[in-house]
């Protein structure tokens, strides 16, 4: 979900949360927002911090209960922190959430395994459609190249051995 700051502005922190199974078949989602003329937009959760100091693992906890209906915090194996982050420059068409003279975001990665067959609900004005692929066509899919490269170096960090702890 957008967030905004003092001014109605978006924090240019955020997290990309690759949602996949087991088999290491990736959620991806349908932006409902891409700009006329442009290809369809899939990726995988996002979102920006609602406050500068929010924890990443909040946001992305967050992020993924609004934008899928599910709960990370309940999931068996969690939520886990690759402990990477990507800065990337803004598209311009987006960058008027962001304050003026913001042209990049810091993008911290995550990922959280659920089971095959995991119910999905969007939220309708964010997303308008959902697939499972396999890591390597879900690369192919995603709309950024961050998402694509996270989605290739998911068998690298599928370990669930590595999870973030809820925070109460």
Known sequence: MTQAVAGGYKIPQSVLVLIHTPALDVLL????D???GQPAYWQS??????????????TAWREVREETGIDARLTSQGLRDWGLENVYEIYPWWRKRYA???????EHL???CVPAGTSIRLA???HLAHQWLPWREAAQVC???SNAEAC??????????AAVAPES
Not at 29 to 32: F, N, S
Not at 100 to 106: C, E, L, R
Not at 152 to 161: E, G, K, S, V, Y
Request: net charge negative.
């Open 29 to 32: 989602i349908q932006r409902a």
């Open 34 to 36: 891409t700009p006329e």
């Open 45 to 58: 959760v996002t979102g920006s911090k609602d406050h500068a100091d929010e924890p990443y693992a909040v």
């Open 100 to 106: 003026p003279g913001v042209t990049h975001n810091t």
């Open 110 to 112: 995550f990922s959280l």
């Open 124 to 126: 309708p004005r964010e």
């Open 143 to 145: 709309a950024s190249a």
């Open 152 to 161: 290739l170096l998911l068998p690298r960090f599928a370990d669930p051995a």
